[in-house]
């Protein structure tokens, strides 16, 4: 399966962005899809996953309560809506894919093994 990550980009602190992660190669619907980030001389963090089906939805506490992680199966593609952003939320923003085993959904950069090339989110205070 292919991963396109894209909606990255530069906002003020407080802002509000949508990332987007098209897939291809496969049935999207049979994947459980993550967003990971990776900020510069840190490791690579999980930030959030959805099941199949959207049964279950996971965020790292860092996130909670300000990103949203959807998807749309009729179109192939995985969602993260980012608001009230922080400049900590600064960082490079990958998208993971992985076949369903069933729940709980996985969190852990190793349990994914399709990965997007990233898109860059900068947020300025």
């Known amino acids: 399966v292919q991963l396109q990550a894209s909606g990255g980009g530069l906002v003020q602190a407080g802002g509000s962005l949508r990332l987007s992660c098209v897939t291809s190669?496969?049935?999207?619907?049979?994947?459980?899809m993550g967003w990971f980030r990776q900020a510069p001389g840190k490791e690579r963090e999980f930030v959030a996953a959805?099941?199949?089906?959207?049964?279950?939805?996971s965020y790292a506490d860092s996130v909670k309560g300000r990103f949203t992680i959807s998807r749309d199966d009729a179109k192939n593609t995985l969602y993260l809506q980012m608001n009230s952003l922080k400049p900590d939320d600064t960082a490079v923003y990958f998208c993971?894919?992985?076949?369903?085993?069933?729940?709980?959904?996985?969190?852990?950069?190793?349990?994914?093994?399709?990965w997007g090339q990233g898109t860059q989110v900068t947020v300025s205070s």
């Open positions: 190669g496969s049935t999207f619907s049979n994947y459980v």
């Open positions: 993971a894919a992985e076949p369903s085993r069933g729940l709980p959904v996985a969190t852990l950069s190793a349990e994914y093994t399709y």
């Open positions: 959805i099941s199949w089906m959207s049964v279950q939805l």
